[in-house]
């Protein structure tokens, strides 16, 4: 948010909380969920969703019923020259990021098509062709159960960013009412770790506190069944003992490079692999993480490093 834009809503979140702390708490609430415009940002962006779209056309399209909507669905077969011969097991589905869409994680899906797998990419809602213009966890939690109940299950889900962190919680079934979708593999790709700081960092920008902030904050208890302290990465990831890849860049200046360290502490079960130099969008272009996420995914898998590892940067990624 611009500067003068964040001085005028914290002014208007201060008078709404000093008039009704409970509508400021709601407010900031509706505001943290509402998605941006989907409008091209750049003629760079505009050339990557045109690469894309050719390769999307190999998709088979499927929009799915959500609460309050539809949401985008894309499977895409495995690459004719991934040369397997066994039958391997079922498809992988990939997730975007918040201010993202499918077609920014191509250079990942095509890597994994290439190892064997048909994969299964979504757009959250709010993003990409989904309805709507709001996101939350528990409504990316229900899009990935939906998505579940149409192509899956699925044997390994892959997020990046705040995808990554609606993988994780569709795993560990931390909504109410929504069955746990645990796949046997994770990959999760410069996510953050701990919802109760994000929530933190964005009551500190609109400038809430006391009643308002605890009526903010409770809304996760309201929409998820769960209150927002259970929202930790590092115990949600002991609950979910499967197999499960970080990869992260020490200069994410989005996502701080603690939040991944955070992450292996949950158990032997969980991988780090830097891939310092990439940051927090190109790292989802570059060819080094895509080989890394074929391999812990593919027939080689178990040739993957041990539980720390680094890339190297690759120059020539075509992330955003």
């Known amino acids: 948010m611009a500067p003068i834009a964040l001085q005028v ?20 609430f509706r505001l943290f969920c509402r998605t941006p415009s989907r409008r091209v940002r750049s003629e760079k962006e505009r050339a990557v969703l045109a690469a894309a779209g050719r390769r999307m056309e190999s998709a088979t399209h499927t929009n799915l019923a959500v609460p309050g909507g539809t949401i985008a669905s894309y499977r895409f ?17 990939v997730v975007h ?15 994994i098509r290439q190892s064997g797998r048909d994969v299964v990419a979504i757009d959250l809602p709010g993003h990409g062709r989904s309805s709507g213009r709001k996101l939350n966890l528990p409504m990316g939690v229900r899009a990935i159960d939906a998505a579940w109940r149409h192509h899956g299950p699925f044997e390994a889900m ?20 929504v069955d746990a979708r645990r796949p046997a593999r994770l990959a999760l790709i410069a996510a ?15 400038g809430i506190s006391g009643r308002a902030r605890q009526v903010f904050e409770g809304e996760v208890l309201r929409l998820t069944g769960r209150p927002l302290a259970r929202f930790d990465g590092a115990s949600q990831l002991s609950e979910v003992d499967v197999p499960t890849l ?9 996502v701080p490079s603690a939040n991944a360290e955070t992450y292996v502490s949950a158990g032997p079960h969980v991988q780090l692999s830097w891939a310092d ?5 190109r790292i989802i272009g570059a060819r080094s993480v895509v080989e890394l996420i074929g391999s812990f995914l593919g027939p080689e898998r178990d040739a993957v490093g041990g539980p720390f590892s680094v890339i190297a940067a690759d120059p020539s990624c075509s992330g955003r």
């Open 192 to 206: 953050p770790a701990s919802i109760p700081e994000l929530f933190a960092m964005v009551a500190g920008w609109l």
């Open 77 to 93: 077969p495995a690459s004719d020259d991934a040369g397997l011969q066994d039958a391997v097991p079922g498809p992988v589905l």
């Open 277 to 281: 130099g990439l940051g927090h969008r």
């Open 9 to 28: 809503t914290r002014a208007g979140f201060s008078v709404l909380g000093l008039l009704s702390p409970t509508l400021a708490g709601k407010a900031a």
């Open 97 to 111: 990021g918040w201010a993202s869409r499918s077609e920014h994680m191509m250079a990942i899906i095509d890597g």
């Open 246 to 254: 970080i990869v992260h860049a020490r200069d994410d200046k989005e």
């Open 158 to 177: 892959v997020g990046h960013s705040f995808g990554g962190v609606v993988a994780l919680n569709a795993a560990q079934g931390s909504v109410a009412g």
